[in-house]
């Protein structure tokens, strides 16, 4: 069984490397290797908190070619101590849209202290593959996203707002003629693009973009 | 760099939130250091409008304590904090009392006055900041013995000298010198000023080259100096920078809102959204 021997070399070489330039070839290596090997992506999971940017970059990137397979090592291994891990992790699960991971994103854009994660997650939040989902489930899934994503305009971060505004224009292109949704949507989005909603020129510049390029 | 990423942090022992009415009680009284500590602190970072901040700060930026190891206290730490208040208020009566602040022997209390007079673009700073300055690498950029901070405080006074804008020949020959410091982060201070003084993009190749410094905290900086001066054409090396995501996109929407010209808008912005 070569590729087992060959998963396990590369993680043993990854808890070996002794450099960050060794991390990140390592964390590469692994993650394209990854496949569905449950050890390597645990393995990848705990190269998020590692403090280490760049191999947290090449995990995250690895974590979302993976895709669902890496939902349920993602859900169970988040150290709630490290905010860098947190906000990694919460990167992963926006970038792979898995609907699983939808509470964790409103958790983390409500409550969570570090300004880098309610922002990924403000941004998967609007991202979610809604595809498989029939009606009214489809529907209730965008509720929830649109809820979070309303009360999240009202965060004190700029970025995280920014992040809100993005969020909110790809939701509303998986809104399948719900007007309600729809209105909410573009006044959310008009109240962070107007002087007298929003202090941050950049959110109020993106906020625009959103809505002149929406139906 | 300063002025950008956590500075608006609270302090250490910030404790719980308070009103307007509670910070200014907790300045005007002087029985207990910390308390004004934070509630200068706390001014700043509210933008407060009251009438009597400015005043009150005015007074507590004159006020002189030891430093106290014991305590973790600093050296005239009320003062410092009601300096950094009076840049972040805007209000240009306190011109004075910081050019006066510069003088002080305190080089933290020097630090915080220069950012605060480059906050409220004082052109009145300039000429005393390029008397700091004048002496040069051998002077006021010369190592400290037994400490790692240098004889003047560089890095604030060069941007301050950037923020202010005054660019006139004189200011600019005083900065030159400096883009030659053995210490990244001041060629990246004595970059970033020649760049917002003069925008000939020369001086933009010594910051470009510091994104790819083996240091993360010199590669943060010049993200941080990139951003303030605006400079566009840094788009694609700031993607590129093995940093946090966090930092670019403070340096990006510097990009957007302190620049102009190409890349455009829409450019920047797509940029930012893959950053999220």
Redesign the interface.
């Known amino acids: 069984m070569p590729e087992v021997l060959t998963t396990a070399a590369l993680i043993a070489a990854l808890e070996h490397a002794d450099s960050s330039a060794a991390l990140l070839t390592a964390t590469q290596a692994l993650a394209a290797a990854a496949g569905d090997d449950q050890a390597a992506i645990t393995t990848l999971v705990q190269v998020l908190g590692f403090n280490n940017?760049?191999a947290a970059v090449a995990a995250v990137d690895g974590l979302i070619a993976i895709g669902p397979a890496a939902v349920d090592p993602l859900l169970h291994n988040l150290d709630v101590h490290n905010y860098g891990a947190r906000a990694w992790a919460v990167r992963a699960l926006a970038g792979i849209g898995d609907v699983r991971g939808l509470e964790l994103l409103e958790q983390a854009l409500g409550d969570d202290i570090g300004?880098?994660v309610r922002?990924?997650a403000?941004?998967g939040l609007g991202q979610l593959q809604l595809l498989g989902l029939e009606g009214p489930l489809r529907e209730a899934v965008i509720e929830r996203c649109l809820q979070a994503l309303e009360a999240g305009g009202g965060d004190d971060e700029?970025?995280v707002r920014?992040?809100v505004v993005?969020g909110l224009e790809s939701l509303a292109r998986t809104m399948e003629g719900d007007a309600d949704q729809l209105q909410r949507t573009y006044s959310a989005l008009s109240q962070l693009a107007a002087e007298a909603g929003e202090p941050?020129?950049?959110v109020r510049?993106?906020a625009s973009?959103a809505l002149r390029r929406l139906p | 760099m300063a002025g950008a990423a956590d500075l608006e942090a609270p302090p250490p022992g910030a404790g719980e939130p308070i009103s307007e009415a509670e910070a200014l009680r907790r300045l005007r009284q002087s029985e207990d250091q910390s308390l004004q500590y934070y509630a200068a602190w706390w001014l700043g970072r509210m933008r407060s409008r009251h009438p009597d901040a400015v005043p009150l700060l005015q007074a507590a930026l004159r006020q002189r304590q030891p430093r106290n190891p014991a305590a973790g206290v600093e050296h005239n730490a009320v003062a410092r904090n009601a300096a950094r208040a009076l840049g972040k208020l805007g209000d240009p009566r306190a011109v004075d009392d910081l050019l006066a602040a510069l003088e002080d022997n305190d080089d933290g209390l020097r630090e915080a006055a220069v950012r605060a007079l480059g906050d409220l673009r004082a052109t009145a700073a300039v000429a005393p900041i390029c008397r700091r300055l004048a002496s040069g690498l051998t002077g006021a950029g010369a190592p400290q013995a037994n400490s790692p901070k240098l004889q003047e405080p560089c890095e604030a006074l060069l941007e301050a000298l950037g923020d202010i804008g005054l660019a006139e020949d004189p200011v600019l020959r005083v900065i030159e010198p400096f883009l030659n410091h053995d210490r990244p982060l001041i060629r990246s201070a004595a970059g970033r000023a020649l760049l917002m003084l003069t925008g000939d993009p020369r001086w933009a190749n010594d910051l470009l080259s510091l994104l790819a410094h083996p240091q993360l905290q010199v590669r943060r900086a010049a993200l941080m100096d990139l951003g303030a001066v605006g400079w566009r054409p840094a788009l694609e090396p700031i993607c590129r920078t093995l940093a946090e995501n966090s930092l670019k996109l403070i340096a990006l929407r510097g990009l957007l809102e302190h620049g102009q010209g190409e890349p455009d808008d829409e450019a920047i912005l797509a940029a930012m959204d893959a950053l999220l």
């Open positions: 940017p760049g300004a880098s922002r990924a403000a941004r700029w970025v920014y992040a993005v941050t020129p950049v510049l993106r973009l």
